[in-house]
């Protein structure tokens, strides 16, 4: 991949993923196979701001946590209405850095 299409990618998709993995995405970027590349270009990745929104609103029934895929921590909040609220309040700090992981690991595979 070229050093412009990664700024592209970078900056229009950087706030997804972890600031500390941005370097190591960089490097894998650069030695990316041609195949590779339009698939990652064209990569969906759920957005850590709106899904904190949505945790704001309904995240006491699991629809952040079923939004990146923790299927099964969705439907333990589903079942308990968030812990009573404990743990919907608690996901409220966590949800946001569980997005920009998943979106990681999501990148990672292809990569």
């Given amino acids: 991949m070229t050093s412009d299409k990664i700024n592209l990618f970078l900056a229009a998709k950087g706030d ?37 929104i949505i945790s704001v609103f309904v995240g006491e029934f699991g629809v952040d946590r079923f939004l990146i895929g923790d299927i099964g921590l969705g439907i333990g909040k589903l079942l308990t209405g968030g812990g009573c609220g ?25 990569l």
């Fill in 16 to 52: 997804q993923f972890p600031t500390e993995s941005i370097p190591m995405i960089r490097e894998r970027l650069e030695h990316t196979t041609d195949d590779k590349e339009l698939a990652i270009m064209s990569m969906n990745f759920t957005s850590p701001i709106l899904n904190i």
């Fill in 86 to 110: 404990i743990w919907w309040l608690i996901d409220l700090f966590l949800i946001m850095g569980a997005t920009k992981k998943k979106n990681l690991e999501k990148l990672m595979m292809i």
